[in-house]
């Protein structure tokens, strides 16, 4: 064997020992990987249990903490209950208690002839910067007819109070028509 074979193969043998020193060291490495990911995995479960909640949770959370501060029961001249009115800081929350359909007085009276001018009053206000909301209502029905109407920055107590009266004004005369 001459010199040149002999470094050769000193030099291939040093390599071999070089590669299976990194091999070691990748597998090492893979080791360590696979630990820091499933630390990571445990550590978002943990997170994702403690933490966080869906928005459908947290609004129903917030609907079960939301009481009203004060429910007024709507009643006829005679006596008769129409419904109530849930008085919240900022929302009121108008149920009938008699079957009543959109369509008709309270649509052309509350809806259009309250409603509608006090959000185009606020709304007004609201571009000239004297206020910061205006007020905006949703109407629920529930087989042809209102379960609810929600009235969001109903404003002052006053405004509050003429709401509630044209909502029993309108179901009194909605029953007698």
Do not use: C, H
């Not at 002999?6 to 893979?30: G, S």
């Not at 129903?60 to 005679?78: D, G, M, W």
């Not at 609201?126 to 609810?148: C, M, P, Q, T």
């Amino acid at each position: 064997m001459d010199l040149i074979e002999v470094k050769i193969t000193i030099v291939v043998e040093e390599l071999l020992e070089l590669r299976k020193i990194l091999e070691e060291k990748i597998a090492q490495l893979e080791n360590e990987v696979r630990l820091y990911k499933r630390l990571l995995s445990l550590i978002d479960e943990a997170i994702g249990q403690r933490s966080f909640t869906t928005a459908a949770q947290e609004k129903e959370k917030r609907e079960v903490a939301k009481k009203p501060l004060e429910v007024q029961v709507l009643k006829s001249k005679e006596g008769e209950e129409l419904g109530i009115a849930e008085i919240y800081e900022d929302e009121l929350v108008l149920k009938p208690k008699v079957s009543v359909k959109l369509e008709g007085l309270i649509k052309r009276f509350f809806v259009e002839k309250i409603l509608d001018r006090y959000r185009e009053e606020d709304e007004g206000a609201v571009r000239e910067g004297k206020k910061r909301a205006s007020l905006d209502y949703e109407i629920k029905e529930e087989g042809g007819n209102i379960s609810a109407i929600v009235v969001r920055n109903y404003g002052d107590e006053n405004r509050r109070r003429d709401i509630v009266r044209a909502f029993r004004w309108t179901l009194e005369r909605s029953l007698k028509s």
